[in-house]
């Protein structure tokens, strides 16, 4: 017993209430433009009637997985490249034709991106009628003889309709024929000649009608045209006064709500029509007004949704069938709104800037808003949510929202380019387009009109002609009335017989009377006769003379006739030739008006860049006058800045020409010193040690030198060992001291040194510049290379090699080695004295402290690397 109670949750009242009501799918229809060129490469392949597949084109960046995969949609049909005009409407527009005359609702709307053929398929161009046309050429094509007298309906402010009697709407048509300056557009006349644009529109062998139509009631067709222009609403059937001087802007309308909660225009001009004729007039007359533009993808680009509105309204007859109810409540209204949305765009595509930008953010704006509605609401049918739908966002939601709330049906041709360069824009289309068809909208029910019997007005008709039948046959009987009254006259005027009773043969008094009456009207029967033969004769001549100039007359009109069919030809092709110029006259005014407004379009952006090409001109010159002063400013520092470095780099040459003799001094110094102790020590190892004698004064340098360090002017005494012996460091020969010729290359940009161990080659041949005459005579080369060591101290590199002759015949050199000769100055910080001097040597088993780094013997070390050996390098302090 729970699980009754367990399912109520407040999810099941809605689905058990929607149940009773049946749904059907928004009707989704898919149109492929043919392209603009054969060799354009095509993205969309027509799979089946109801399916497409889309491939991705060359030059699209791929997946994840570094390609597209195929995409199929489908729809309730697709249309392909070949489908005519009239098989679309079949499909399409005709069963909302047909429900609109059944007194029910439809919408049916063109979507896609700009430049798919959304205009084409709902207007089309002379000899391929669009949905627009047909729609209305198929809704009088089936109301046409039962429609009402002018201003027999009458709308109201407030999206109702009213009836007016015989004699009101007599009134009000007198009143508005003769009231020309009326701010009411006046309704065409259907007695005109028909447009002949449109007239070539649809052909008759195309035209249809509708089966089971309601005779017995009266047919009114009201139209209305709106576009909706960065999302304000405009009317495109208001007369506004013309003011060259001071033209007014039009007025935008606002949206209501009916007593039935339906939404509708304020305002808005509804224009009586009763012909398809005088209805696309109307939508020619509004459509002049609409707003088109010029864009990098679409030379006429619609740039505001337009909205074309038929209204029907109906009411039946009584129950003589001769009038109509004069009851509003029997009055049934039903509207089919053709709905032209603009196209989506990209604006890196188009190109767009100023009022053609925003016109395009507004329309992109507009169409996310109508697809955030269809998720919402099929978020709400498919998952039981009670989300509130976001209508009032934008102008075309919130118009239309009675249609997805269930008062008709909707019905939507999705129009796709199947160029590659749309490929994008498509890819969306067909989300959105496969988004809508999982909403469901509410199947309108039958309303039925009244109670009456049907048949009503085929009675009357039957009565009407019985009795006008009736009134024909009565003429033929008052001429056989006459007829015998004459004969009456005529026998009255002969001589009355005497009153006399003939009772005997031989009555000689009666019978003498009675001859003498009858002689007497005899003569008189013989006068008649005669007076009858000569009027006869008289009028037979007169008929003979009458057939003889009837006969003329006849031969005359026969050639007058002639002459009349010659004429009528002439008319005839004169009055196809002015049909032919007259729609060519308003083709090209209306190419002339779209001419027009592209030429304001133009003189407007004309406008806009001549003054941002003067402000960019004004611009250029500030910041060329800028540039200028600039460069002025720039010489001038650059000037000062050159002459400062001149002087910083005169004074740095004589710093380090000072620096350099400097070296140069405590060079030889050192040199000095060396001297000494090598002398002595070859001189006695055990006798005292001797001072060396004071190193000569400096030279005086230059104030700008006082900083640098001064050499020390005392030595220290060099620890001597034990054995007595001097000390003899073992070091190696140098490579150079072979048997083999060399090469000895020293440049003339060297510097002599005077320093005490100098490379000297035996039985080399020393030259300057490398020469093949040179290198032919030896067997080895060495290079004599100088450059400034990192503590700023001239470095010598001897880079030695092998000479070969090369199979050419010529000498080449292959390095095997280099030596390095390096000087250490001794006024280098104690930190590098220590990381260079710190450790322990050893000689025949004797210890030596080699602290004191002035009195440090010469060490000669190598090494390798990459088969080169590192050359001989000389400390001395």
Known sequence: MQRPAKGKTPRRPPLKKTSHTQKDPVGVYCRIRPLGATDEECCIEMISSTTIQLHAPDGIKANR???????????????????????????????????????????????????????????????EGG????????????????????????????????????????LERQKRESNQQSTVPKTPSSKQKPDPEFADMISPEEACKCEGVDEDSCYSVFVSYIEIYNNYIYDLLEDTPIDPIRPKPPQSKILREDQNHNMYVSGCTEVEVKSTEEAFEVFWRGQKKRRIADTQLNRESSRSHSVFIVKLAQAPLDADGDHILQDKNQVTVSQLCLVDLAGSERTSRTKAEGSRLREAGNINQSLMTLRTCIEVLRENQMCGTNRMVPYRDSKVTHLFKNYFDGEGKVRMVVCVN????????????????????????????????????????????????????????????????????????????????????LVDPTDEQILPRLIEVLERRHRIRQMITEQYTRTANTLKSMLQEFDG??????????????????????????????????????????????????????????????????????????????????????QGMVSDTKHQWEKECERRVNAKQLEMQNKLWVKDEKLKQLKAIVSESNNSATSEQQRPPPPPDKPQRNSREKDQPRAPEKRSRSPLPTTGTPIRPHHRRSHSAGGQRWVDHKPLSNLDLDTVMQPIIPNAIKVSAASEKALSKCH??????????????IQTKLIKGDVFRTRGGGQAVQFT?????????????????????????????????????????????????????????????
């Open 418 to 501: 199947p160029k590659a360069d749309d490929y994008e824009e498509t890819m969306l289309v067909m989300r959105f387009a496969e988004l809508t068809q999982e909403v469901e909208v509410a199947r309108p029910v039958d309303r039925p009109i009244c109670s009456l019997a049907a048949g009503r007005r085929h009675r009357n008709q039957a009565f009407r002609d019985e009795l006008s039948r009736r009134q024909e046959e009565r003429p033929g009987g008052s001429n056989n009335t006459e007829d015998g009254s004459v004969l009456n006259q005529l026998l009255d005027s002969l001589p009355a017989l005497p009153a006399c009773e």
């Open 65 to 127: 997985n570094g390609e597209y995969k195929e995409t199929q949609y489908s729809f309730k049909k697709v249309f392909g490249i070949q489908t005519s005009q009239i098989e679309l409407f079949e499909d399409v527009a005709k069963p909302l034709v047909d429900d609109l005359i059944h007194c029910k609702n439809g919408l049916l709307f063109t979507y896609g991106v700009t430049g798919s053929g959304k205009t084409f398929t709902m207007t089309g161009s002379p000899g």
């Open 549 to 634: 100039h009837l006969v003329a007359k006849e031969t005359f009109i026969q050639e007058q006739r002639g002459k009349l069919g010659e004429k009528d030809k002439i008319m005839f092709n004169q009055k196809n030739e002015m049909d032919r110029l007259e729609k060519k006259s308003k083709m090209l005014e209306y190419k002339i008006d779209i001419l027009q407004k592209t030429t304001n379009i133009y003189e407007g952006d004309k406008r806009s860049l001549q003054q941002e090409l003067e402000s960019r001109e004004q611009r250029l010159q500030r910041e060329l006058s800028e540039r200028k002063r600039m460069e002025a400013r720039m």
């Open 780 to 793: 080895k080369y060495v290079l004599t290379h100088q450059e400034l060591a990192s503590d700023g101290e």
């Open 131 to 170: 949905l627009l046309p047909r729609s209305l050429d198929m809704l009088f094509n089936s109301i046409g003889p039962l429609q009402a007298k002018r201003f027999v309906f009458r709308t109201d402010d407030k999206n109702g309709m009213e009836i007016q009697g015989q004699v009101d709407a007599l």
């Open 817 to 877: 080695d280099i030596e390095t000769l390096r000087q250490e100055c001794p006024t280098v910080s104690s930190r590098k004295r220590r990381s260079s001097g710190d450790g322990s040597g050893q000689h025949n088993g004797n210890k030596m402290n080699w602290n004191d780094r002035e009195n440090r013997a010469p060490v000669a070390s190598t090494s390798s690397a990459l088969g080169l050996q590192n050359g001989y390098q000389k400390r001395r302090k």
